[in-house]
């Protein structure tokens, strides 16, 4: 029997193996998933793991079928055999265990899961660990169902959530608009109803984004606070595991639980710090400028008042729970996100995955393929054409290399100019603009702690220490080590050129190859010029952060349909501002060791029609540029040959505070939730 076996694999310890009679299906309910619903219901007995599990299977399997929520859905007969598994405990475990007979699901890079296949939504990765991530165990340990494993953006490479070749999991509100990434099939899977939590990652915002495009809650806790051993890298030393969740009282007992997991080897976890909080009466919050809050989207002017109202709204409400609102300089923080993905730290990225990208006929096939075009003059330039982020956002030209980051650095007036005209250009210059990177280290340990609730994060490791966790999470062996050594070895030119050929690897989605081979652009000598700017930079955001106790920021600023988002991506180099857009106030969130939580609060409602005729009558005055008119009635038209025309999305916020002030920020998003009236998905936001 494996370690801790996941649903089906292990066998059934009484009854002898049988299931117990058929029940009635329950009418459920989205509300009555909650930890509070469902605890009520079982100490009834108005409710049991297996009845659940009847009732909501053919929705469960609907989403994987049809909705392409899940990656790997288990059968009926596993779940309820694993139902039956927990009605066996004597009752007094199951009082024991906070989380007895609740479903849930977990993204598939997330975690391991004994016996169950991790793809990272790459088919060639596919491999079937033999342990469970600590996490996930923790979780199972308390009681947990697990369902399956989501649906999400390769190798968790974009905030749309529509990278993936196992389809675009169903937004919840309308199918035809993106769910968000790079864990959308986690916030779908909640959004819907299916499940009372899931699992997700958050590395620049994968955590938050899908929880505000699908009405749902998104705990992203403080860097390092839970194990994120198991877990396929996508930038390791910034990685988080997040939870979607109906509420946020919900989200901060399960965050609380997967952070109580033992593990006796993980070099990104951080011992707990305990910090001075303020009072939940007169905290001072801030918001960005309204430069910053660009609205626009091909919803026209009409989703661009709609969702600056909304936001107006939340503002009046956190007023209205007790905060104070004063003036914060944000531009330090834009500054900090542009570093992320405008410098060379992707190589992280790469070197999460290198042992698999180097592998195999794949990487081999793709080099000899680069070479050919080198020799024929057609190599894709990839200091232009390779952008991304596994939470891809606002970013700059690589080919601006050293000298514009160190401009930034150094105070530039034009530095911070330079993030907002990234999400100025036309989509044709959108795919030099938008080099989203990833980064090799979380906020410098050298930089001194603050009063203002930004605490230091971990130093930067070396790179044989990632290299340890990564053959831990991929299951390398102890040989690797004189490997290692022989890579150092080769010339530069022949890492970087196997590097940049990544765009040409069959195993990956085009839009991944590319974020991929932006490791290829840069040197050894460029990641510590970077590093050493990088600190300065941070440095000028934490002194503007000490001015508040916490931020006010959209979630996302825009919404957009999957039609939208193929047409931009499938072009040659892929480009993605849309993308980018979604990460404005995202990528700084890890850098800068902060914790955060996604809340509902608002809908936007659309008349698409009505939304252009008001761009025809704005173009006609001069008002709003030919390319702008013309996406607003691309999207009428779209909407009006496959459905409704008239839609209604879910508009959420943010709440950021400093490292290891979860338990304060909870209890503020908490009072904001309540405030709103606002409960998970389509009913929780029509029913108010």
Same mark, same amino acid.
């Given at each position: 029997?494996?370690?801790?076996?996941?649903?089906?694999?292990?066998?059934?310890? @009484?009854?002898?193996?049988?299931?117990a009679?058929?029940?009635?299906?329950?009418?459920?309910?989205q509300?009555?998933l909650?930890l509070?619903a469902?605890?009520?219901?079982?100490?009834?007995q108005?409710?049991?793991?297996s009845?659940?599990?009847?009732?909501l299977?053919p929705s469960?399997?609907?989403?994987?079928?049809?909705?392409?929520?899940f990656?790997?859905l288990?059968?009926?007969?596993?779940l309820?055999d694993?139902?039956?598994?927990l009605?066996?405990m004597p009752q007094e475990?199951?009082s024991?265990?906070p989380l007895?007979g !609740?479903?849930f699901?977990?993204?598939?890079?997330?975690?391991d899961?004994?016996?169950?296949?991790?793809?990272?939504?790459?088919?060639?990765?596919s491999?079937t660990?033999?342990?469970?991530?600590?996490?996930v165990k923790?979780l199972?340990?308390?009681?947990?169902?697990l369902?399956?494993?989501t649906?999400?953006?390769?190798?968790?490479?974009?905030?749309?959530?529509?990278?993936?070749?196992?389809?675009?999991?169903?937004?919840?509100?309308?199918?035809?608009?993106?769910?968000?990434?790079s864990?959308?099939?986690?916030?779908?899977a909640?959004g819907?109803?299916?499940v009372s939590?899931?699992?997700?990652t958050?590395t620049?915002?994968?955590?938050?984004?899908?929880?505000?495009?699908?009405?749902?809650?998104g705990?992203?806790?403080t860097?390092?606070?839970v194990?994120?051993?198991?877990?396929?890298?996508?930038?390791?030393?910034l990685?988080?595991?997040?939870?979607?969740?109906?509420?946020v009282?919900d989200g901060?007992?399960?965050m609380?639980?997967?952070?109580s997991?033992?593990?006796?080897?993980?070099v990104?976890?951080?011992v707990?710090?305990?910090?001075?909080?303020p009072?939940?009466?007169?905290?001072?919050?801030?918001?960005p400028?309204?430069?910053l809050?660009?609205?626009?989207s091909?919803g026209?002017?009409?989703?661009a008042?709609a969702?600056?109202?909304?936001?107006? @709204?939340a503002?009046s409400r956190m007023k209205?729970?007790?905060?104070?609102?004063?003036?914060?300089?944000?531009e330090?923080l834009?500054?900090v996100?542009?570093?992320l993905?405008?410098?060379s730290?992707?190589a992280?990225r790469?070197?999460?995955?290198?042992?698999?990208?180097e592998?195999?006929s794949?990487g081999?096939e793709a080099?000899?393929?680069a070479?050919?075009?080198?020799?024929?003059g057609?190599?894709?330039d990839?200091?232009?054409?390779?952008?991304?982020s596994?939470?891809?956002?606002?970013?700059? !030209?690589a080919?601006?290399?050293?000298?514009?980051?160190a401009?930034?650095?150094?105070?530039?007036?034009s530095?911070?100019r330079?993030h907002?005209?990234a999400?100025?250009?036309?989509?044709?210059?959108?795919s030099d603009?938008?080099?989203?990177?990833?980064?090799?280290?979380s906020?410098?340990?050298?930089?001194?702690?603050? /009063?203002?609730g930004?605490?230091d994060?971990?130093?930067?490791?070396?790179a044989?220490?990632?290299?340890?966790?990564?053959q831990?999470?991929?299951g390398?062996t102890a040989?690797?080590?004189e490997?290692?050594v022989q890579?150092?070895?080769?010339?530069?030119?022949?890492?970087?050129?196997?590097?940049?050929?990544?765009?040409y690897?069959?195993?990956?989605?085009p839009?991944?190859?590319?974020i991929l081979a932006?490791?290829?652009t840069?040197?050894a000598? /460029?990641?510590?010029?970077?590093?050493a700017?990088?600190?300065r930079?941070?440095?000028?955001?934490v002194?503007?952060?000490?001015?508040?106790?916490?931020?006010?920021?959209p979630?996302?600023?825009?919404h957009?349909t999957v039609q939208?988002?193929a047409a931009?991506e499938?072009?040659t180099?892929?480009r993605?501002?849309?993308?980018?857009?979604?990460?404005?106030?995202t990528?700084? !969130?890890n850098l800068?060791?902060?914790?955060?939580?996604a809340v509902?609060?608002?809908? !936007?409602?659309l008349?698409a029609?009505?939304?252009?005729e008001?761009?025809e009558?704005?173009?006609?005055?001069?008002q709003v540029?030919?390319? /702008?008119a013309?996406?607003?009635?691309?999207?009428?038209?779209?909407?009006?040959?496959?459905?409704?025309?008239?839609v209604?999305?879910?508009?959420?916020?943010?709440?950021?505070?400093? @490292?290891?002030? /979860?338990?304060?920020l909870?209890?503020?998003?908490?009072?904001?939730?309540?405030a709103?009236g606002?409960?998970c998905?389509?009913?929780?936001?029509?029913?108010v």
């Open positions: 029997m494996l370690e801790h076996a996941p649903i089906g694999i292990a066998q059934h310890p @009484a009854a002898n193996g049988k299931r009679p058929p029940m009635q299906n329950p009418d459920i309910k509300q009555q909650g509070q469902l605890r009520a219901a079982y100490s009834s108005n409710l049991s793991p009845a659940l599990v009847r009732a299977y469960l399997a609907s989403a994987q079928s049809s909705k392409s929520i990656i790997r288990f059968g009926l007969g596993e309820l694993a139902a039956q598994r009605e066996a475990q199951r024991s265990l007895w !609740v479903p699901a977990v993204k598939d890079n997330v975690v899961v004994a016996g169950c296949p991790t793809t990272a939504a790459c088919p060639a990765f491999n660990p033999t342990t469970t991530a600590p996490a923790a199972l340990d308390a009681g947990a169902l369902v399956g494993k649906n999400m953006d390769q190798f968790a490479a974009g905030l749309v959530g529509t990278r993936s070749p196992y389809g675009v999991p169903a937004n919840p509100f309308d199918s035809r608009f993106v769910p968000g990434g864990s959308s099939g986690s916030g779908a909640v819907w109803g299916l939590f899931a699992v997700g958050d620049a915002g994968s955590g938050r984004v899908p929880a505000g495009l699908c009405g749902c809650v705990m992203k806790g860097l390092g606070s194990s994120t051993v198991g877990v396929v890298p996508a930038c390791a030393s990685d988080c595991l997040t939870v979607f969740a109906q509420s009282q901060a007992e399960l609380q639980i997967m952070r997991a033992s593990v006796s080897m993980d990104w976890r951080r707990p710090q305990q910090v001075p909080c009072p939940l009466q007169g905290f001072r919050f801030a918001v400028c309204p430069s809050l660009e609205w626009s091909p026209g002017q009409q989703a008042l969702s600056a109202e909304q936001f107006q @709204a503002i209205g729970i007790g905060g104070v609102q004063v003036d914060m300089n944000f330090p834009m500054d996100a542009s570093m993905y405008g410098a730290f992707v992280e790469y070197s999460g995955l290198r042992a698999f990208l592998s195999g794949g081999s080099l000899a393929h070479k050919k075009r080198k020799l024929q057609s190599l894709v990839t200091s232009t054409a390779a952008s991304h596994d939470d891809a956002s606002d970013s700059e !030209v080919a601006e290399g050293v000298g514009l980051i401009s930034r650095a150094n105070g530039s007036s530095s911070s330079l907002r005209n999400m100025q250009t036309s989509s044709s210059e959108a603009a938008d080099l989203e990177r990833g980064t090799p280290c906020p410098s340990a050298a930089t001194p702690s603050n /009063d203002g930004v605490p994060g971990p130093s930067c490791l070396a044989s220490v990632g290299q340890q966790q990564q831990q999470v991929q390398s040989a690797a080590g490997e290692q890579k150092r070895r080769r010339k530069p030119e022949e890492e970087l050129e196997k590097q940049q050929a990544l765009v690897d069959s195993r990956l989605l839009v991944t190859s590319h932006g490791a290829g840069f040197t000598a /460029d990641v510590y010029d970077h590093l700017a990088f600190a930079l941070r440095a000028a955001a002194s503007e952060l000490q001015r508040v106790d916490c931020l006010l920021v979630t996302a600023l825009a957009y939208e988002i931009e499938s072009a180099p892929p993605w501002a849309s993308n980018a857009k979604l990460g404005r106030f990528n700084f !969130v800068l060791d902060m914790c955060g939580v509902p609060s608002g809908l !936007v409602m008349d029609v009505a939304a252009a008001e761009a009558a704005a173009l006609q005055a001069g540029s030919a390319a /702008d013309a996406a607003v009635r691309e999207r009428t038209f779209h909407l009006a040959q496959t459905g409704a025309t008239r209604a999305l879910p508009f959420g916020v943010t709440i950021l505070a400093g @490292a290891w002030k /979860d338990e304060w909870a209890c503020v998003a908490q009072k904001m939730q309540e709103s606002l409960g998905g389509p009913d929780g936001h029509l029913r």
